[in-house]
């Protein structure tokens, strides 16, 4: 008795040990990861000649801060606000135009075990696996040809490359749902409408919520597609215009750029803070269930 409990506080200093050393780890690459923000922020209070030197690393203290300014004027000047609301429309509109259109498809390839339903789910999933480089050129002249060259419309062609992603994940939790539910619904008189948005969305909230998010990264964050697509006269997201603050001969306004960063990267930051348990519970449920 004496030995088995001696061998058990044994095992359990070693997993004590390897519990705190683990936790000094991810502290570590935690720290690593959020260190660039931190970096964005303090660079962002700097004048600009503070930026350019080798006074980059240090705190924005002394006659090297720079207040606010460097905002006014990535605002102002550039006209940050304008590209603050196309991408915040083009960001909106493509994902809640992903989540209707891919949960009604998942729901479909779900409950008719056909062979066009099936041919339908691998071409979503096979969609995940092509690169966007491949089809960048035809896309843009497609776009051009239909029209759907403007933040208006381009909606339907992050439809097109964020249903296999969502399709996946919708799919994979819609399996779970037990028929005899919706059945029920059914005999109390509901139509197939009324049972896809009263008893299948409120079930699938937490794939809803984690497929919004990841895709909401996506299209917020996206700079190649829309500088293909969009006239980039008359048009441009946030991520495009951030290119606009490098001048001539290779200058770059430094202190008004991470201004606009910081600024850039603040909703996404708050809104997976937020919702990051939907997140994981989504991504599970989409994965392994079914």
């Given at each position: ?11 359990g200093e ?41 006074r ?20 102002s ?33 779900c ?43 381009i ?5 097109g490359?964020g ?16 028929l ?16 896809f ?94």
């Amino acid at each position: 008795m004496d030995k088995s409990v001696a061998v058990g506080k044994s095992m359990g200093e070693k997993k004590k040990i390897a519990n705190t050393i683990m936790t000094v780890v991810f502290s570590i690459l935690s720290v690593l990861w959020i260190y660039p923000i931190i970096m964005i922020l303090f660079n962002s209070l700097k004048v600009e000649s503070a930026i350019s030197t080798n006074r980059i690393f240090e705190l924005p203290i002394g006659d090297a801060f720079n207040g606010i300014k460097n905002f006014v004027y990535g605002i102002s000047e550039m006209d940050f606000l304008s590209s603050f609301w196309y991408s915040l429309f083009i960001t909106v509109s493509s994902v809640v135009l992903i989540i209707l259109c891919c949960s009604m498809c998942a729901w479909y390839i779900c409950r008719v075990n056909s062979k066009a339903a099936k041919a339908i789910y691998y071409l979503c999933v096979f969609s995940m696996v092509v690169p966007f480089q491949m089809v960048m050129f035809t896309l843009s002249k497609t776009a051009d040809t239909l029209k759907l060259n403007t933040p208006y419309d381009i909606c339907i062609i992050y439809l097109g490359f964020g249903a296999g992603l969502a399709v996946f994940m919708f799919t994979g939790f819609m399996k779970s749902i037990p028929l005899e539910i919706e059945e029920a619904a059914m005999i109390d008189g509901c139509s197939p409408l009324q049972i896809f948005f009263k008893v299948v969305m409120p079930i699938t909230k937490p794939t809803t919520i984690s497929t919004a998010i990841l895709e909401t990264m996506w299209v917020w964050n996206d700079y190649l597609l829309p500088t293909l697509v969009l006239d980039i006269k008359n048009y441009r997201t946030i991520p495009m215009n951030i290119q606009y603050f490098r001048g001539s001969f290779g200058s770059v306004q430094m202190g008004p750029m991470m201004a606009c960063i910081l600024i850039t990267v603040l909703p996404i930051i708050i809104l997976y803070l937020i919702c990051q348990k939907y997140i994981i519970e989504g991504v599970v449920a989409g994965a392994v269930k079914g």
